[in-house]
């Protein structure tokens, strides 16, 4: 055991991983895993909230995975693991679908957008979505949960859950605090930077995939839409271009403004040139090892295998307790 404090965190497995997950989710997990107790999931039972082919759900599964390697998270320190490998996630959330009223999880705007999108599948899963959240953090005693902005009100619920639960009962659960990081957590797309890259967009130039090859990359910058202004500006008024910049900082490290000195003067070509390079530098080498792991299968598997060990392992502990505290009689 470690006094450190515990973050956790997932993606689906829904598609091929964007640029936008991997700036705004995986780079920075990939520095917090040094100092927290970290464990990332991948969330395959969240996934299927969206109909999924199952060749496809298992490839995707297996590809986040060896994208959460490539990018540098270290089985060693963070727990990597597959949701479903862990029951205790599904067991909770039951529990926890108990103490979560239909009025809130009616409210939640995710559950609202996605039932617009499948009006002829709007399954509960999709609407208990948020109470499988809560049981994943809610398992490790998570302190901080990075996440984007999208995710602030499933948070809150979470919380809410916590708190109802422990105020029913006895201080059980740990009550969890979003990590929303400023700079780059949001990637714009790259034809509408008023909009989130999202890789169910039906125009393919308007995201980066980690999978893009280079000169697919340089295209796809090339094309990206900017603004008639002219001027490289770090404003509002100028999302195409923000968005750049955004990125330049968050791979670099550098600031906002630096980078925006370095194009006073210049044109819109030069900086999305720039910007490609810069991201092709970033996420070539994560692509060429994404690759290579996913042709062993034996050392993935040895990988999610110890990490549901150890995730189990701690979910187990928190599960006994909550049946316990709800007067469930143990079986032994
Ligand atoms: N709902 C999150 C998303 O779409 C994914 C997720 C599932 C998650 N369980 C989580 C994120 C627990 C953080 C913690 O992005």
Redesign the pocket.
Known sequence: MTDKKTI?????PSGALTLGNYLGAIKNWTSMQEDYQSIF?V?DL?AITVPKEPKDLRKNTLEVLANYIAAGLDPDKAILFVQSHVPAHAELAWVLDCFAYFGELSRMTQFKDKSQKQVGNINAGLFN?PV??AA??LLYNTDL?P??E??RQ?LELARDIAQRFNNRFSPTFAVPEPYISKIGAKVMSLQDPTSKMSKSDDNQNSYILLSDDDDTIRRKFKRAVTDSIGVVNYSEDQPGVKNMIDMMAKISGRSVESITEDYLGQGYAKLKEDTAEVVIQEIAPIREEATRLLQDKKYLETIYQKGADRAEAIAMKMLRKVYKKVGFVPRR
Do not use: A, R, T
């Open positions: 956790f965190s997932g993606i689906q999931c969330v969240h979505y499988l959240m994943d953090i949960v996440v984007g999208d995710q499933h």
